[in-house]
């Protein structure tokens, strides 16, 4: 079921996916105010003096809504009208796996493996074969985009030692949530996953 962009709250957080042939970024944005059911003015959380055009790459943006998966809007417009920037989409978004893979939930404790800052702890909310998402509770870990982590735990009879780079944040008032794209090798996960997966059923 899609969501359309009118149905966003204005201050609402989102995201803009932004692509060229070479390279690809994000930029971070809140809705200011609706003009129509598919227009709005956001503001850009950026600093930059310089008026930006977006004529010649690809625009796709992201919601998430309380934490789940993100829904996405793609191929959708920003140019600056008067003294805003306006963002018109075409369709209504849908919910987005990022990781094309199925995801299950695990909620384990695990050590953060950092050089040099002594021992830590986060909480593993759900892994899939490319990728996982931790709670910070205690804020400690001050990540951002790009950034990389390693984390082990162990469960079910599997000793997991992953090492994921940051490309979610999701700041809340109790909890920072990161979310992770798996870098490493790890040859228990496959079959954790799969003993886990049967458990919730």
Known sequence: MGIKLSELEEGSNITLLISSKDR???LDAVIKKHVKENIAFITLQCDTSKR???DSVQVDMEYYQDGGIPFIWHNVKVAFVKTDYALQVFSE??????RGAFRVGVSQVARVNTLGKGPRQVMIRDLSLTGFSVSDRKKELSLDIGHMLSVSFEDLGHVLNLTGRVVRI???EEVNIYGFEICNLCKDLS???????????
Do not use: A, D, P
């Open 170 to 172: 999701e700041e809340q």
């Open 93 to 98: 978004g849908n919910k987005h796996n990022r």
């Open 24 to 26: 690809v970024m994000t």
């Open 52 to 54: 930006l055009v977006f």
């Open 191 to 201: 079959s954790y996953l799969s003993v886990k997966q049967r458990q919730k059923r």
